[in-house]
């Protein structure tokens, strides 16, 4: 699955990265380390050009008042950071052809092997609950997204069985690619200022579950309308109706106070991949937050 995503960059010689953060310095080291032919470009509105020369001394740094639009004529991909708003960048048509994302590459070729979690409230504790369970059920795993690894980082680390992604509607804004397994727990009015609106921010949102297949499957929530048509696939499972008592009565021994929905999601996905109850037990057992 490396290697493809490899030769996917590879297919694009030249690639700006925009935005200099977290994500933007592990996409130039996994550049320099598996794509030596690529021409990089770093372009960061918000740094100094000469700190930025010294972190990225292979890349060519770009002056930060560069209109962002000009310099997508001179590359071929532009890895966008998910801190810059998609929707606030000018609606020109070979810029927004040309933008791209870690966390769309990494669905694009290792979604099969990926559980992903979004939600405005409750995703880093059901992303660290959903691990345990499969970790419990013997299965390798490696975190990523918020409150794990850059994904590229992750990738580099190894191919685990699965990987469990939380994911911020920053992340999911422009992804053309969903996990084989997708969660969204919820939908509250936040961060309507980076998506300007709500309806943008409910879109990014179901983004996670809108390019599946009929193999993959969503966990929702039916209290929510913003899911549709979503919510009546046959390959959807509304996690707010699974019994949960005994789960209830495990956190509660422990002092866990998890949500119902922590739990109800714990308890749909169990079930859809077979996992016994004692795994789901051993889960809250080794559960931290």
């Not at 708003?85 to 290792?110: G, I, V, W």
């Not at 345990?132 to 190894?158: C, D, R, Y």
Request: hydrophobic share 40%; glycine share 8%; net charge negative.
């Amino acid at each position: 699955m490396i290697d493809s995503l490899i030769a996917d960059l590879n297919s694009t010689p030249r690639i700006l990265i925009f935005g200099a953060g977290t994500e933007g310095a592990s996409s130039y080291r996994f550049l320099r380390a598996h794509c030596a032919g690529i021409t990089v470009g770093l372009l960061d509105q918000l740094a100094d050009p000469d700190a930025l020369a010294h972190r990225f001394s292979e890349a060519k740094i770009h002056d930060p008042k560069s209109a962002i639009e000009t310099l997508a004529e001179h590359y071929d991909r532009i890895l966008i950071a998910p801190g810059i708003s998609p929707e606030k960048l000018p609606a020109d048509r070979t810029l927004q052809a040309k933008l791209d994302s870690q966390t769309n590459l990494f669905l694009k070729h290792f979604g099969p092997k990926t559980l992903a979690i979004t939600g405005t409230k409750g995703k880093t504790t059901t992303a660290l609950l959903l691990a345990e369970l499969l970790k419990a059920a013997g299965k390798s795993v490696a975190l990523l997204g918020n409150m794990g690894q850059p994904a590229f980082e992750a990738i580099e680390a190894g191919t685990p069985e699965w990987f469990v992604a939380e994911l911020s509607s920053y992340q999911l804004a422009r992804i053309q690619h969903s996990p084989h397994l997708a969660v969204v727990l919820n939908f509250h009015q936040e961060h309507l200022d980076y998506h300007l609106g709500y309806e943008n921010y409910v879109a990014a949102k179901l983004n996670l579950a809108r390019f599946q297949g009929a193999n993959d499957h969503l966990f929702f929530h039916g209290g929510y309308r913003e899911f549709g048509p979503l919510a009546t696939r046959q390959n959807a499972t509304n996690f707010s109706r699974a019994e949960i008592a005994d789960l209830e009565a495990i956190g509660q021994q422990k002092q866990l106070f998890l949500h119902p929905d922590t739990l109800g999601v714990l308890r749909a996905v169990s079930d859809y991949l077979g996992i016994d109850r004692r795994a789901e037990a051993q889960a809250l057992e080794q559960f931290q937050r």
